[in-house]
């Protein structure tokens, strides 16, 4: 999760430094603390040091799990303080890599858009729809916001609706139409005398923030932990006590398709799934002061997990990998007979 609270509310500085302090504890989450680390430092306007937390990840000789979207970062980044043409060559090369990742291409997009670069930032977002979503039977969430850009930005060129478009109005599911919400007339209704068309805008625009805020604050899931065979082989050879929390592997899995199938029929939003890892869960136990072999210690460690962004999504398309590690597909492993 990006913040995005002013730092009237927030010491941005004192949270990049704390979260560097982190990452220097956590060395195999320095990415994600570094990346949020960072965001605080844009808030705080502190951008040079920005780019230097974006450049320590890019030149670390641990390989990154998410390249381009330091990239798209250190190039939206790079713009907002003057550096328009090294920010706009980073770009290019996220383009021509085509990531898989939506995020890269919806931020390098949104650069452009916010610069008043319109007509590169309808075929970054054309490019990122076609790349992502050409034979997908259904759009994934994270692509939405493709999807949504594209439309946005469109609606601003005055371009008629063609497929995509009409794919983001039917994914769209706020009371207000994508049409009004992207409409450029609209900001000329905030200078008007009449209450009544400001109280509609206001609307449109609280509308419009929720909708921001669900696709790109979204809070850490509530998680289950998943140990893979090597890593529960090992965890309960070392602490026998666990076999009663782990009777065997496949009744292990089971019961995390299970339990996260019963919160999800609750009305739990954002589920997901953390792997552990004995040395992880080790050094988390003797953080707390307490002996690995304690199962209480299980659900507080699937929770640091989640919050340090270890967390992946549940459920997975139903085309994409089993979080199970199988290597079979969703739908044909664990999401077998699931309804979507």
Same mark, same amino acid.
């Given at each position: ?30 990415? *994600? ?6 965001? *605080? ?116 060129? @005055? ?98 398709? @299970? ?33 690995? @072999? ?32 199988? @290597? ?13």
């Amino acid at each position: 999760m990006r913040p995005d609270t002013s730092a009237e509310y927030v010491d941005h500085n004192a949270e990049a430094a704390r979260l560097e302090r982190t990452a220097g504890l956590y060395p195999e989450d320095a990415e *994600h603390l570094l990346l949020q680390a960072a965001a *605080h430092l844009e808030l705080a306007d502190d951008r040079p040091r920005a780019t230097s937390l974006y450049d320590r990840l890019l030149s670390s000789t641990t390989p990154l799990e998410k390249p381009f979207l330091v990239r798209a970062l250190k190039a939206s980044n790079l713009w907002e303080y003057g550096h328009e043409a090294e920010a706009k060559a980073i770009i290019e090369g996220v383009r021509a890599a085509a990531p898989r990742d939506p995020a890269p291409w919806v931020i390098v997009a949104e650069s452009l858009e916010s610069h008043d670069e319109l007509e590169a930032a309808q075929k970054t977002f054309t490019e990122a729809a076609t790349h992502l979503l050409t034979d997908v039977p259904e759009p994934p969430y994270a692509t939405h916001p493709v999807l949504f850009g594209r439309h946005r930005v469109r609606r601003m060129l @005055g371009l008629a609706h063609d497929h995509w478009d009409t794919l983001a109005d039917t994914l769209h599911s706020s009371p207000v139409s994508l049409d009004e919400l992207h409409d450029p007339k609209r900001v000329w209704s905030l200078g008007s005398d009449n209450p009544a068309e400001l109280e509609a805008e206001i609307s449109r625009l609280r509308a419009e923030l929720g909708t921001h805020r669900a696709t790109l604050s979204r809070p850490f899931p509530v998680a289950v932990l998943h140990w893979p065979t090597a890593e529960l082989a090992e965890l309960l050879a070392a602490y026998p006590s666990l076999s009663e929390e782990y009777p065997s592997h496949e009744e292990h899995l089971a019961t995390i398709e @299970g339990s996260l199938r019963e919160l999800a029929a609750s009305g739990t939003p954002n589920l997901g799934i953390v792997t552990g890892t004995v040395p992880s869960y080790e050094a988390f136990a003797a953080s707390e002061g307490s002996s690995p @072999g304690d199962a209480s210690l299980l659900p507080q460690y699937a929770t640091t997990l989640a919050a340090r962004g270890r967390a992946v999504a549940w459920p997975p398309e139903r085309t994409g990998a089993c979080w199970c590690g199988s @290597g079979r597909v969703y739908g044909e492993c664990h999401g077998a007979g699931a309804t979507r």
